[in-house]
């Protein structure tokens, strides 16, 4: 299963190309002016160290130089790893000029909405 999500609240939006394989998910994620590769995370889902009757999971994540998409990787591939209870391997890349804070904060926002977006089409399928 081959889909792509994006979000649409109209700033910062961001797409994910998803790809099932076997149980595993593999998901890229860009958006902005110059979509690209900036950070891989790799995240395996494993019981919760706090309590053992919740899914959790622990990532590593590889970041390019100059590149700040590591922890949108992580927090993603984490979430999805969790949730999803399967291996999952995020890559990120993501670019706009100048963006501040408040930037920031709508690409974070649009990151856990596309991470649900996520979560809710694999559980459908």
Known sequence: MDFIVKTETGAYDLHAAVRMIGADVLVAVWGGQQPHIGAVAVAQPRPSLKDSTRMSATASVFCFPGHKEDELA?????????????????????????????????????SRQLTALIIQRVSFE
Do not use: M, P, S
């Not at 984490?78 to 100048?98: D, E, F, P, S, Y």
């Open 74 to 110: 992580k927090a993603t591939a984490t979430t999805l790893a969790a949730k999803l209870n399967t291996r999952t391997v995020v890559t990120a890349g993501i670019h706009w000029n100048n963006l501040d804070a408040e930037g920031i904060r709508t690409v974070n926002a649009n």
